[in-house]
Nanobody, 117 residues
Framework: VQLQASGGGLVQPGGSLELTCVASGNIFTINRMAWYRQAPGKQRELVALNTRAGITDYAESVKGRFTFSRDNTLNTVYLQMNSLKPEDTAVYYC????????????WGQGTQVTVSS
C-alpha cells in the first residue's frame, strides 16, 4: 500500500492550491483519511481529518479557507486551499487508516507548499 501526495508548489499570499493524495495497492477498505503539515522547526500538526462517514474536522487556523474532499471510488482525497497565508507554508502529508491484511495507518511522502510574494 502506498500514499502518493501531489499538488504542492509556490503561490502568492491570497492564492490557491489543491493537493491530491492517492492510495494504491492491495486495499480492502479505507477508514479515516487526513492531511497534516509540518513547518520548519515545528511539530507536525493536523490540518483536516475525514471519517468514512463523511465528517470532517479542521484545524482552527484553516477553517473557512481549506476544504477536504474525498472520492472513495478512486481512493483519493483532496485539500483545496484558498486564501493562502505565509504561515501555511509547510510540507503537507496525507495519512490514511487502511485495511489491507490488517488495519494500519499509512503516511504519504509529503508535498511542499510555499506561500510567499
Amino acid at each position: 500500500v502506498q500514499l502518493q501526495a501531489s499538488g504542492g508548489g509556490l503561490v502568492q499570499p491570497g492564492g490557491s492550491l489543491e493537493l491530491t493524495c492517492v492510495a494504491s495497492g492491495n486495499i480492502f477498505t479505507i477508514n479515516r483519511m487526513a492531511w497534516y503539515r509540518q513547518a520548519p522547526g515545528k511539530q507536525r500538526e493536523l490540518v483536516a481529518l475525514n471519517t468514512r462517514a463523511g465528517i470532517t474536522d479542521y484545524a482552527e487556523s484553516v477553517k473557512g479557507r481549506f476544504t477536504f474532499s474525498r472520492d472513495n471510488t478512486l481512493n483519493t482525497v483532496y485539500l483545496q486551499m484558498n486564501s493562502l497565508k505565509p504561515e501555511d507554508t509547510a510540507v503537507y502529508y496525507c495519512k490514511a487508516l487502511i485495511y489491507s491484511d490488517k488495519w494500519y495507518e499509512y503516511w504519504g511522502q509529503g508535498t511542499q507548499v510555499t506561500v510567499s510574494s
